[in-house]
């Protein structure tokens, strides 16, 4: 693997580290296992000439790039995170690369990836693909990101002539459960603008996501012996079962495209006695959000009516907003990454992605933040690949982007 470029070996080699996150934790970060990795980014950094590097209580790693112009540059941040999906394991990646990639099915043991779940794929002929075994996810969400900003600073610490203002670093836990920025401290982080590289395909920027909330709904029964239960017992299961019945089937994630929101039942979990739902709410507008809620409130009343011996309580707390309401008062940071991606040779491509980013809650905490793409693809599965060429691209944009913040300063 050593006739492989920088970036692709340190993707290689993140991609051991097994930093699956959980939803069910309640420690931070979710999981030990991060540290390790972050433990090690934080020798890179410190390797790299970064002095200031440093991990703190919750995990963050971050670190200072210093300027290396006289006069004044707006301070952008560059923010990974190191956690990959509880879908699907990340423990024992099996990292296959595919040179010169011919066109034809990629078998992954008992899988295949092929054009028509995967059609970028056939933009990527006579390039170098990396996929997992089949086994486990790759990790390429995100730990191509990672190895792209780490191989942008050896880029700049080896050619001080490339001329950048006062970079800082951050790579998060936990951003795969909704908590990477839980802890996060903005003003302590020091950078005016930011961006995740947490992207997808080549060349695009995300400058929308979802707006989200979560919704929580308990079904509290009566529970007694079956055979004694006549004119007594009151099931929270069928109560439970009954609202998820009457969710809307034209409002579920796998009838909406676009900018199309959704209603989905993530969880459930009880007895007759008692049962817990949860749910997401998504929709790319904040009035939307109102009207899915008030669709719930309206089936909660229909399965009040139907178990009346039921008590039900539903609760809702906001979880995200579309990042673009902030970007639009910024619009030189997205601006900026235009005009990176098109000195790097690629057609830039602006996106309004049905998720969320670290990005969408870190603008509202007063750092406007859009997505970098990595080039990874089919995040969260077990068909997840990311093509060598594209994060070579990532590195190139990174590089031509802090020339960019320089040049529009002076």
Not at 278 to 307: G, P
Not at 343 to 370: E, F
């Amino acid at each position: 693997m050593t006739d492989l470029p920088a970036v692709a070996r340190r993707f290689l080699r993140y991609v051991q580290f097994d930093t699956q996150s959980s939803v069910d934790s309640h420690t931070y970060p979710s999981t030990a296992k991060q540290r390790a990795l972050l433990e090690s980014l934080l020798e890179e950094l410190v390797g790299l000439g970064l002095e200031d590097a440093r991990m703190d209580q919750y995990g963050y790693v971050t670190a200072t790039l210093p300027s290396n112009v006289r006069h004044k540059v707006h301070v952008v941040g560059l923010i990974a995170h190191v956690d990959t999906s509880p879908d699907v394991s990340g423990a024992g990646v099996n990292a296959l690369v595919h040179a010169d990639y011919d066109g034809k099915p990629i078998r992954l043991n008992d899988k295949v990836l092929t054009s028509e779940l995967a059609p970028r794929l056939q933009e990527h002929i006579g390039h170098t693909i990396i996929t997992g075994d089949g086994s486990t996810l790759l990790g390429a969400d995100d730990k191509s990101g990672i190895a792209e900003i780490m191989t942008c600073l050896e880029v700049l610490k080896a050619n001080p002539s490339i001329p950048h203002g006062e970079l800082k670093i951050a790579f998060t836990p936990d951003e795969e459960v909704g908590n990477g920025t839980k802890f996060f401290d903005v003003r302590k982080f020091g950078a005016d603008y930011a961006y995740t590289v947490d992207g997808g395909p080549a060349g695009e920027i995300d400058n929308e996501t979802f707006s989200a909330n979560s919704a929580v709904v308990t079904f509290t029964g009566v529970n007694v012996h079956p055979g004694l239960a006549k004119d007594k017992l009151a099931s929270a299961i069928k109560a439970a079962a009954l609202f998820v019945d009457l969710l809307p089937h034209q409002m579920s994630p796998e009838e909406t495209d676009g900018k199309q929101g959704y209603l989905h039942p993530t969880s459930v979990a009880g007895s007759v006695e008692a049962v817990t739902l949860n749910l997401i709410l998504r929709d790319f507008e904040e009035s939307q959000l109102k009207a899915q809620q008030a669709v719930l409130e309206d089936i909660k009343k229909v399965v009040v009516l139907a178990f009346p011996k039921v008590q039900i309580a539903m609760s809702i707390e906001e979880s995200y907003r579309n990042l673009r309401s902030v970007l639009d008062k910024y619009p030189f940071v997205v601006d900026n990454a235009v005009e990176a991606i098109r000195r790097c040779g690629l057609q830039p491509s602006l996106k309004a992605i049905r998720g969320g980013t670290d990005g969408s809650r870190l603008s509202y905490m007063g750092l406007p933040t859009p997505n970098l793409f990595t080039g990874g693809n089919l995040a969260h599965s077990y068909y997840e690949w990311v093509c060598i060429e594209d994060m070579e691209k990532a590195v190139q944009t990174l590089c031509h982007l802090v020339q960019i913040w320089v040049e529009k300063s002076q």
